[in-house]
């Protein structure tokens, strides 16, 4: 069941949110602590999206169509897959002029979760990112002092991913930490700078 204690969209609507703060929206049991979007398309548009948890997708949650431009992603987090946004197997997740700071997909040895990846973003569908920002988002597993996980600002895996004119700066994951991928990536006219990982600074 699709749950959220934030938003909740299904059933193949149409949606637009714009000039909106969700903020400290809590899931502790399931997916989507500021959105769920389970089917249709949602347009969010100069919004911010702060404090968000969730298991995976601590702000967003989707299975449908996502249009992101101008927003603001901050400390979102997940204990699982993306910090910030989770986008399922038949998601769609388009994400223009954003900028995703300090999100974290954090692992707890109590977490439900058993995958975690994507301080900021995990796409297991189609991923469109053009002139966003990433900066400072991170994975980590705490179990003692081990720390593993992938993609310290977007792991992609079993989907596609195309990244233009996008800059990434200081993100960490133990492997990849900017981007770890696992499938069909383009990075187009990007910069990756002092992101850090012990297997793949960058990617």
Same mark, same amino acid.
């Given at each position: 069941?699709? *749950? ?7 059933? !193949? ?11 400290? @929206?809590?899931?502790?049991? !399931?997916? !989507? ?7 249709? /398309?949602?347009? &969010?548009?100069? *919004? ?7 298991? @995976?997708?601590?702000? %967003?949650?989707?299975?449908? @169509?996502?249009?992101? +431009?101008?927003?603001?992603? =901050? ?16 998601? *769609? &997740? ?6 995703? #700071?300090?999100?974290?997909? &954090? =692992?707890?040895?109590?977490? %439900?979760? /058993?995958? $975690?990846?994507?301080?900021? %973003?995990?796409? =297991? ?8 920002? #990433?900066? +400072? @988002? ?18 992609? =895996?079993?989907? /596609? ?6 800059? $990434? #700066? ?9 981007? $770890? ?11 990756? +700078? ?8 960058? &990617?």
């Amino acid at each position: 069941m699709l *749950c959220a204690y934030g938003i909740t969209i299904g059933n !193949g609507n149409l949606t637009y949110i714009e000039n909106s703060t969700i903020d400290g @929206n809590v899931n502790e049991d !399931g997916d !989507g602590g500021g959105i769920v979007h389970g089917s249709g /398309t949602l347009y &969010l548009t100069n *919004c911010q999206l702060t404090h968000n948890k969730a298991i @995976n997708g601590g702000a %967003i949650y989707n299975w449908g @169509n996502v249009y992101v +431009y101008g927003s603001y992603f =901050e400390r979102n987090e997940s204990q699982g897959l993306g910090g910030a946004i989770t986008n399922r197997p038949r998601g *769609c &997740l388009n994400i223009d002029k954003s900028v995703f #700071f300090l999100n974290e997909s &954090l =692992e707890y040895i109590t977490s %439900i979760s /058993t995958k $975690f990846s994507g301080g900021a %973003i995990t796409n =297991e569908g189609r991923l469109r990112v053009y002139r966003s920002t #990433f900066k +400072y @988002n991170h994975v980590e597993k705490d179990f003692g002092s081990s720390k593993i996980g992938s993609g310290g600002a977007i792991h992609t =895996e079993g989907g /596609t991913a195309i990244v233009r004119q996008s800059t $990434f #700066f200081a993100n960490s994951a133990d492997k990849g930490g900017a981007i $770890f991928n696992l499938h069909a990536l383009q990075l187009i006219n990007s910069t990756l +700078y002092r992101n850090y990982a012990r297997h793949g600074g960058g &990617l």
